[in-house]
């Protein structure tokens, strides 16, 4: 419950917020609750992965491609993230996330968010991939980009990125029993 009403409160903000290009970087504030907090007495670590979820959205209400999605019908898939924690977030510390669009490809779209505290700190940065889907099928990343930010250009995705996602596969291989991909390097 207590994620709705984030997730609406920024949805609200949002609103009266002046709009984004598509490659500026959005900061949404947050503050940890109780029930953010896991039996170690600071937020947990599954709970970064949810506030990167009320952050992304904000980011596409700014920048027009929530909109877009209610316009069309169209729903948001998660397809993957990836997380690197630096420091702790206690409870009542407020902190702030930036999200950001780092590329694109025909697919997905490759967001980061970065976690700070009030001291100015990386607590974490975490990468999402997303993907629009409609009734048919996979929404084009060009088709969506023409609606919201049609003079936009993704810049080549990253080595970081690349690599990532070739270890994704190797991870989803190995798991499935193939013997190779334990012994792939990306």
Same mark, same amino acid.
């Given at each position: ?21 598509? *490659? ?18 600071? /937020? ?15 980011? /596409? @209400? ?16 998660l397809g993957g993230g ?5 420091? @702790? ?55 969506? /980009? ?17 690599? /990532? ?11 499935? *029993? ?9």
């Open positions: 419950m207590n994620l709705y009403f984030r997730l609406l409160l920024n949805l609200l903000l949002s609103r009266w917020q002046r709009p984004i290009h598509t *490659g500026e970087t959005t900061q949404t504030r947050f503050r940890v609750w109780p029930q953010d907090i896991d039996v170690f007495g600071h /937020m947990n670590n599954g709970r970064y992965l949810q506030i990167m979820d009320v952050a992304r959205t904000a980011w /596409m @209400s700014r920048c027009g491609a929530l909109g877009a999605m209610l316009d069309n019908q169209w729903g948001a898939a990836s997380i690197r924690f630096r420091k @702790s977030l206690k409870a009542f510390e407020r902190y702030e996330v930036s999200t950001r669009l780092v590329c694109w490809d025909s697919r997905w779209f490759y967001l980061e968010h970065g976690f700070v505290d009030t001291q100015g700190r990386c607590v974490a940065v975490g990468i999402s991939r997303a993907a629009i889907r409609s009734r048919k099928g996979w929404v084009r990343t060009r088709d969506i /980009m023409a609606l919201i930010d049609p003079d936009a250009v993704s810049v080549p995705i990253p080595a970081y990125l690349q690599q /990532m996602g070739q270890a994704e596969e190797a991870m989803q291989r190995a798991y499935l *029993g193939d013997p190779q991909a334990a012994h792939t390097t990306p």
